[in-house]
């Protein structure tokens, strides 16, 4: 027997440890790219303990539909809303239909707990009728996402995801693009899903990215429960996007974890990212490359029970011209079950404390930026 022993350092990003993997360990010719999807999605089956969703859902209901074809439809949103913890402090969820006008089935303050949401959906009625999308969209942002029907306010940055399930052309293509445009200004996060007849170019503009469409040849169950993880995992791990000078005040549980993202100015000056903990303590992870950073993949990462800020100088970082956005992840870690108020905001420029900058990418300090800690 011929042993080998080789002393090579294990990175401690994925990105170098997928390399070592695919190099030294797998036998069925793996690659870096396979192991680094496979770890990726395994952070966000792990990390979906999402600290709060506002979930609403736009069912067509008009007659090309169908009463057959509605209760598919009905079936496909009860398994998305039983995927999730559903409660007042958690993921809230409403319902809508529409046809020719809209029925609103309830609202994301109407029940908190999953068993009465999951009973409503199964006794949502078919109506038949038009097509009537943009008057659906409107009613979504004005009505659905009101915070007097139950969405939380933005100071708390609680994502506000709509749903929209639609088979046919709209009754007005201009209308519908005008209120798609509406709806995305006002920070909501669309996912559009077609099924036969539906247009594609509404379908594109109506979700808030093109990965975020998906088109269904029939109805089907089937069809539309292989769409059930990917929209609960994005859904799960949502962010919207917050002003420089704004605050997000949040209470997060232990293990829970927020998503946020602030912009990156294009004037080089960069930003600071400011995390007070005023209950508990708190982890924030911060990166210009990942939307979702964890404890696996970040450029910067704070621990703390208190105050601390951090600045992030766009001259340093690897792709300077492309970093347009900086992806925030804030955990709570509280360990005697104490809830974890934060406090989360971002500056323009360094106004930091204490400067900690991100240096650049090099092969001698790649794996020490991948790992650079502030604990205190």
């Not at 008057?135 to 100071?155: E, H, K, Q, V, W």
């Not at 509406?182 to 099924?195: L, Y």
Request: with cysteine; net charge negative; hydrophobic share 35%.
């Amino acid at each position: 027997m011929l042993v080998i022993t080789q002393s090579i350092p294990l990175a401690s990003n994925i990105n170098g440890q997928g390399s070592y993997w695919a190099n030294y360990f797998t036998s069925s010719g793996g690659t870096q790219s396979d192991y680094v999807t496979a770890v990726n999605e395994l952070l966000i089956l792990q990390n979906c303990s999402v600290n709060a969703l506002d979930l609403y859902f736009v069912m067509d209901a008009s007659g090309s539909v169908g009463s057959s074809n509605f209760q598919l439809m009905k079936n496909f949103v009860y398994n998305i809303a039983n995927s999730f913890n559903v409660g007042s402090d958690s993921v809230r969820v409403g319902v809508m239909s529409f046809a020719s006008s809209n029925s609103y089935h309830f609202h994301l303050n109407t029940y908190t707990a999953k068993s009465s949401v999951l009973t409503a959906i199964n006794n949502l009625p078919y109506s038949g009728g038009g097509t009537n999308t943009a008057g659906a969209l409107d009613g979504m942002r004005t009505i659905g996402f009101s915070t007097s029907n139950g969405a939380r306010p933005s100071s708390q940055g609680v994502p506000r995801v709509g749903i929209v399930i639609t088979d046919g052309r709209s009754n007005s293509y201009s209308a519908t693009i005008a209120a798609a445009n509406n709806v995305h200004n006002a920070g909501i996060i669309v996912f559009a899903i077609g099924i036969a007849g539906a247009n594609q170019n509404e379908l594109n503009a109506i979700a808030s990215q093109l990965s975020y469409v998906s088109f269904l040849s029939s109805f089907s169950l089937t069809l539309l429960n292989s769409l059930q993880y990917t929209i609960s995992q994005e859904s799960c791990v949502a962010s919207p996007d917050v002003n420089l000078g704004e605050t997000i005040s949040d209470n997060i549980g232990s293990g829970e974890t927020k998503y946020l993202n602030y912009p990156l100015p294009n004037n080089n000056q960069g930003i600071t990212i400011i995390l007070n903990v005023t209950n508990g303590s708190a982890t924030l992870y911060a990166s210009t490359v990942v939307s979702t950073p964890n404890e696996a993949f970040y450029d910067v990462q704070i621990t703390t029970d208190r105050y601390e800020d951090v600045y992030i100088d766009p001259a340093n970082l690897t792709n300077p011209s492309s970093a347009d956005t900086v992806y925030i992840a804030i955990e709570g870690t509280s360990s005697n079950g104490a809830s974890n108020q934060v406090q989360v905001s971002a500056t323009q420029g360094d106004t930091s404390t204490d400067s900690v900058a991100i240096e650049k990418f090099t092969k001698t300090n790649f794996s020490k930026n991948f790992g650079a800690t502030i604990t205190v």
